[in-house]
């Protein structure tokens, strides 16, 4: 218990920064030329398969691909998107009406080979556009192992982890995944540095727990990657992960009881352990803001307002990834270029999700902050609890 006792505690806002002045003024440059970054262009990543006549025909049809979307009801979770074809498949994954990365034909098509089996597919198939996969439609209920960060399917004889609550993940999510809480005090210390680089830093001991898939069902009755608890919500108690033990390719966790504080604007951030830094630190900005505009007073916002600001701070922090991001991400090699694609996959995700709340909120929240900058946004919002216009 000792040993994880910055869950318990919390960090020290007041003291938690000791970096110069001079550091500081790094972290606002780079967050002013991410945004310059973002206002210049934006960026799609498309990987296709070269395509002969017939088959460029046949893509037409991926256009039409019939996805299911669902709306949170609350401001207390990020909804994770499930595609009907796969149930419980990837939270990481968002769509819209126009573009999709999955994407179904159920045409006859003797020239795709698919990527799991390596046979000829001749009945339903999907192709991952952004990771470049095809896939026979029946691998979505065969059990074929998928990855449940970047949605690859596993081929080969790629060794796939298993995690306690029955997800799995690839080596390249493996690599920087969050796994305890001494993977996530690094990456809570540096989305605080990413608040106070907006003048927006965080002076209030909130409890970060993290929590494995059904210990979230449990609370929320539903499958989300992060919530907020607010001081409302009834709750006395979370059972999160303490410690991981990786046991050849299958995860065990060792778990303990966190007794909430009553009475408190917020009484804990819960995040789902197991995926990699990028979306676990997406998420952790995205419940932070939700934090912050608790603590600062903020009531009564349409749940637009609310998750759409929310996804523009986790939006935010992965530009910010490309200017401050760790050793990971740097350099020439496989893995690193994994995760600056990884990077991209989401942000795609939260720019093109469909969704009211989550898809149409943020894309009014960024319209606004690019428009009008974040802090008179938030004073706007403020006044008015509305978008400036």
């Not at 910055?6 to 920064?17: A, I, K, R």
């Not at 604007?265 to 197991?274: H, N």
């Not at 998420?283 to 600001?309: D, F, K, P």
């Not at 319209?367 to 609890?385: D, F, P």
Request: glycine fraction near 6%.
């Amino acid at each position: 218990m000792l040993a994880n006792r910055f869950l318990v505690e919390g960090p020290s806002y007041q003291d938690q920064f000791s970096e110069d002045e001079d550091e500081d003024e790094d972290v606002v440059r780079a967050i002013e030329l991410s945004l310059q970054e973002s206002e210049e262009k934006e960026t799609y990543i498309d990987l296709e398969f070269p395509l002969n006549d017939e088959v460029g025909k046949l893509a037409q049809v991926l256009e039409e691909s019939t996805l299911s979307s669902a709306d949170l009801s609350s401001t207390e979770g990020s909804e994770l998107k499930w595609w009907k074809l796969f149930k419980e498949f990837n939270p990481s994954v968002h769509t819209s009406k126009e573009t999709s990365w999955w994407r179904k034909s159920s045409k006859r098509c003797n020239t795709l080979v698919c990527d799991v089996c390596e046979e000829q597919i001749c009945s339903e198939w999907l192709r991952c556009t952004y990771w470049g996969q095809t896939v026979c439609k029946k691998h979505t209920s065969d059990r074929t192992p998928y990855c449940c960060a970047c949605s690859r399917f596993k081929i080969g004889d790629i060794k796939y982890i298993t995690l306690s609550d029955g997800r799995q993940l690839c080596p390249d999510c493996r690599y920087t995944a969050v796994m305890d809480p001494e993977d996530c005090k690094p990456l809570l210390d540096e989305v605080h540095r990413f608040f106070k680089g907006l003048n927006m830093k965080i002076r209030y001991y909130i409890p970060i727990l993290l929590v494995d898939q059904e210990e979230m069902i449990r609370i929320h009755k539903k499958n989300i990657l992060g919530s907020t608890i607010y001081e409302k919500f009834e709750l006395d108690a979370v059972t999160y992960v303490s410690r991981s033990i990786q046991r050849g390719e299958n995860v065990e966790v060792v778990k303990e009881v966190e007794h909430l504080p009553p009475g408190r604007k917020v009484r804990s951030v819960l995040l789902l352990y197991g995926f990699p830094k990028l979306a676990i630190g997406s998420t952790l900005a995205h419940e932070m803001m939700h934090a912050w505009m608790r603590v600062q007073g903020y009531r009564g916002l349409s749940l637009n307002i609310a998750e759409g600001l929310s996804q523009v701070m986790a939006h935010k922090w992965l530009e910010w990834q490309s200017f401050t991001g760790d050793h990971y991400m740097k350099g020439t090699s496989e893995k690193a270029q994994f995760l600056r694609n990884l990077k991209e996959f989401m942000k795609d995700g939260i720019e093109k999700r469909y969704s009211e709340a989550y898809g149409h909120g943020f894309r009014e929240a960024k319209w606004a902050v690019e428009r009008y900058g974040l802090r008179y946004t938030l004073e706007h919002i403020a006044r008015t609890r509305k978008l400036p216009e």
